[in-house]
């Protein structure tokens, strides 16, 4: 099934599967608080909500983004996943384009909105805030451009299998309501790489709904993004996703899924964070 040997996680005796995988960090209610202030202190509001349909995000991605083809156009699908990092809450949306991507952001009517367990996002606060020209600039990859670009070198590989966080979006090309983005997690190195040419992690049951994986059984095309917060670099790679169920006991770290990523192809954007985070 997997085409390679699949290493398993360092993971203690513990109780559940989300201990496993996640590291609370501890965090108080009291700091909890004191960050989501300090936040609103030190941004521009990114995101405006102005009404229960309809949402404004109100600055653009970097040049090489592919958002400006796929939001370029009113009625393209989009999504989005909102995380409070302090509390580990999470709500996504998905809807369509009201008002085309531009540098001060873009519009979007929303068509389903809901919230999601908390199950296996890393517990963060905010290290520390500065202007974009004072954070850490893009890190540069020789090998971004090697001529198998399906093919990951050594120091991609390195930066994924250091995450502990990924985001996922797949969409149903047949509906409007089809495009999900989600979010998923686990200690570094839940997603490993195989043959330098796959991506492969074991998915856990979250709500059951199926909202990413479904998509997949119309069109099996994917994206995903590893964050790196400690620096604010961001991994960007596609390709087609095939899930495979297993028993258990055969998974990868006990998961009845496992998901396969291949025919890649990657990008790291070139813009700089304004927000470090640290994990405890």
Not at 41 to 49: N, W
Not at 88 to 95: E, I, P, T
Not at 177 to 198: A, C, I, Q, Y
Not at 213 to 225: F, P, Q, S, Y
Request: charged share 20%; hydrophobic share 35%.
């Amino acid at each position: 099934v997997f085409e390679g040997k699949v290493p398993p996680l360092e993971t203690s005796d513990v109780a559940s599967v989300e201990q496993r995988f996640c590291d609370a960090c501890g965090i108080t209610s009291d700091a909890a608080r004191l960050c989501s202030v300090f936040q609103a202190s030190a941004y521009k509001p990114l995101i405006l909500v102005e009404s229960t349909s309809f949402i404004r995000v109100l600055k653009g991605p970097p040049d090489s983004d592919p958002m400006w083809q796929s939001c370029a156009t009113p009625g393209a699908p989009v999504s989005l996943t909102f995380l409070e990092f302090e509390t580990r809450k999470r709500y996504r949306v998905s809807g369509v384009i009201c008002d085309p991507l531009t540098k001060d952001g873009f519009s979007m009517t929303t068509m389903e909105c809901f919230s999601i367990c908390p199950r296996y996002i890393q517990q963060r606060t905010i290290d520390s805030v500065g202007p974009m020209d004072k954070m850490p600039g893009p890190i540069a990859h020789s090998s971004l451009d090697l001529p198998e670009p399906s093919r990951l070198p050594d120091d991609l590989i390195d930066f994924i299998t250091n995450r502990d966080t990924m985001f996922i979006t797949s969409v149903n090309p047949e509906t409007t309501r089809g495009v999900d983005s989600s979010h998923r997690g686990g200690r570094p190195g839940f997603v490993r790489v195989l043959d330098k040419s796959k991506l492969v992690w074991g998915d856990y049951h979250g709500k059951g709904m199926f909202q990413v994986l479904g998509n997949t059984l119309i069109c099996d095309k994917v994206g995903v993004a590893f964050v790196d917060f400690e620096r604010g670099h961001t991994l960007q790679v596609t390709g087609s996703l095939r899930v495979v169920w297993v028993d258990p006991a055969d998974g990868i770290d006990g998961s009845p899924r496992v998901c396969i990523l291949s025919g890649m192809s990657r990008q790291m954007p070139s813009g700089r964070p304004s927000t470090l985070w640290m994990q405890e």
